[in-house]
Nanobody, 126 residues
């Protein structure tokens, strides 16, 4: 069983930065594909970034909308997933979720992810 708890959301002006954290407890040794998703009001939940965790730190994937601005990372010792978000725009406003799915799956199909956190809100004002 995996439990995920996000933190680090908040309100920021356009151009600012935030770092989200996702603490993983329970099963911390099994390798999963871990991802960040986001859901804006009235929109479907979409994948933002993914990595393998625990991992080597070399496998990452990003949605086109965040490439070059967001960075996903995982601290194996702390069992914590991060999302560093820079150059934020109002279009990044959403609830951000951390998710864990099977190691063999590499993508943003949310139906393939077994474990989800409760989310943390990010609001970017212009």
């Amino acid at each position: 069983q995996v439990r995920l708890l996000e933190s680090g959301g908040g309100s920021v002006q356009a151009g600012g930065s935030l770092r989200l954290s996702c603490a993983r407890t329970g099963d911390t040794s099994t390798r999963y594909t871990m991802a960040w998703f986001r859901q804006a009001p009235g929109k479907e939940r979409e994948g933002v970034a993914l990595t393998d965790a625990p991992g080597t730190g070399t496998s990452h994937g990003y949605a086109d909308s965040v490439k070059g601005r967001f960075t996903i990372s995982h601290d194996n010792a702390k069992n914590t997933l991060y999302l560093q978000m820079n150059s934020l725009t109002p279009e990044d406003t959403a609830m951000y979720y951390c998710a864990a799915g099977p190691e063999y799956y590499w993508g943003f199909d949310r139906g393939r992810y077994n474990y989800w956190g409760q989310g943390t809100q990010v609001t970017v004002s212009s």
